[in-house]
């Protein structure tokens, strides 16, 4: 589903990625692993079209490398960013509401404002009250199902548990399996090796902007090596 091989990408003049090559299947949950400032972040941003790619970044077989990030979307990409881009000043609703496609209506794709208050009673209780007063946790699942409401193909999401309780990070970790059941890729990049590693199929590592590990989640707990040099503090 998604395809990327050699793909470089600069913030001014400094040299971010460093020639990244990975793939995610349909309905596959990849983590994306790695100390921070190693190029996580940027490999997201630029598959979505924020940071210019260079190299091939293909989705569906089509190139998508250079597109503008509203274009990424339309085809079928989420992106839940470590920032939690909510809308303060709207309703948890009318933030839900804001994540469908231009001409999508309510229920039309595989997820609908009923699924979303089914799966976070918290959301329900609040849907009508200001998304400024949710607390993060709140926040985080406010802007996961944002972007599943535009029904993607596979969603990119930037540590969503960072910060959050741990009974709110089980909750992550359950609706990440749920979007997995139904068919949409995942390309997950997460602190939290014991999460990462109890619900993905692959996982990525990366180090100095490459990927210097790819395999299962055993193959990575059978390298010391390569967590003790590139993950553990």
């Given at each position: 589903?998604?395809d990327?091989?050699?793909m ?6 400094s040299?971010?990625l460093q020639g990244?090559?990975l793939?995610v299947?349909k309905g ?6 790695g100390?921070?400032?190693v190029g996580r ?7 979505m079209?924020e940071?210019?790619p260079?190299?091939i970044v293909r989705?569906n ?22 920032n ?21 209506k309510?229920g ?6 009923e699924?979303?208050?089914e799966?976070?009673?918290n959301l ?5 009250v ?10 985080q699942?406010l802007t ?15 540590e ?8 709110m990070?089980q ?12 068919g949409?890729?995942t390309?997950l ?5 014991a999460?990462?590693?109890?619900i993905?199929h692959r996982v ?14 055993d ?13 553990e503090v």
């Amino acid at each position: 589903m998604l395809d990327v091989q050699d793909m470089h990408a600069y913030y001014g003049k400094s040299h971010i990625l460093q020639g990244v090559n990975l793939r995610v299947n349909k309905g596959e949950i990849v983590a994306l692993l790695g100390r921070n400032g190693v190029g996580r972040s940027t490999t997201c941003k630029a598959i979505m079209g924020e940071v210019p790619p260079k190299g091939i970044v293909r989705f569906n077989g089509e190139d998508i490398a250079g597109k503008p990030a509203f274009e990424v979307a339309n085809l079928g990409i989420g992106y839940v960013p470590e920032n939690r881009d909510i809308f303060p000043g709207l309703t948890t609703r009318q933030n839900l509401i804001l994540g469908l496609k231009p001409g999508q209506k309510d229920g039309q794709g595989r997820w609908s404002l009923e699924n979303m208050f089914e799966m976070f009673s918290n959301l329900r209780e609040r849907a009508d009250v200001e998304a400024s007063v949710l607390s993060g946790g709140e926040q985080q699942m406010l802007t996961m199902c944002r972007t599943l409401m535009g029904d993607p193909e596979l969603i990119m999401i930037d540590e969503p548990t960072e910060g959050l309780s741990p009974q709110m990070v089980q909750r992550v970790a359950s609706l990440l399996k749920e979007i997995a059941k139904r068919g949409i890729a995942t390309l997950l990049v997460e602190q939290k090796l014991a999460i990462a590693m109890d619900i993905a199929h692959r996982v990525y590592v990366m180090g100095h902007g490459q990927v210097v590990f790819e395999g299962t989640p055993d193959e990575l707990r059978a390298r010391d090596d390569v967590r003790k040099e590139w993950l553990e503090v």
